[in-house]
């Protein structure tokens, strides 16, 4: 265990330290200094196959149609549209929502933005809390390696 860790933290450093950006880092909006922040204890995924599943299925019947199958988001997501709403963003680890702790994620998807002048629907009515849970555990699934342990640095920061 301790080995894997050590492998861990090396590759960290590495990517963090490397002058030329990855593709993940290219891809995301992850800065170094977040990369820089990881913890080695970050702790593995504690999803199971039959969560990822759950989720991936309730992603794809309530979700796919504004942020894609694949939680790719909307190209321009960051560029607001003309009535000035922002597009859905990515939810695969290219966007920002692995900014937001997990109490955050909950309580957008639970609640909408629609309250605070955006355009995505409260889905609390329709789904339970451990559908919301399993669809989190779905799109953070499709997260790369760096950015969860960046996101779990936050979430533990913001407990």
Not at 69 to 76: K, R
Not at 77 to 99: C, F, I, S, V
Not at 115 to 131: C, F, Y
Request: proline residues 7%; contains cysteine; positive net charge.
């Amino acid at each position: 265990m301790k080995n894997i860790l050590l492998i861990i933290a090396v590759g960290l450093g590495t990517l963090a330290g490397c002058t030329q950006k990855s593709e993940v880092s290219q891809k995301s909006d992850v800065s170094k200094k977040s990369v820089r922040e990881v913890s080695v204890s970050t702790p593995a995924r504690a999803y199971d196959f039959a969560q990822m599943t759950r989720g991936r299925k309730l992603f794809l019947r309530n979700c796919a149609v504004c942020h894609g199958a694949n939680a790719e988001g909307s190209p321009n997501w960051r560029q607001r549209e003309p009535d000035g709403k922002y597009p859905p963003p990515p939810l695969n680890g290219t966007g920002h929502a692995w900014h937001h702790p997990m109490k955050a994620l909950q309580l957008t998807i639970r609640d909408g933005t629609q309250k605070i002048g955006d355009n995505m629907p409260a889905w609390g009515d329709k789904l339970s809390v451990q559908e919301i849970d399993d669809v989190i555990a779905w799109f953070q699934g499709e997260w790369p390696p760096e950015i969860y342990q960046a996101w779990y640095v936050r979430n533990e920061k913001s407990k």
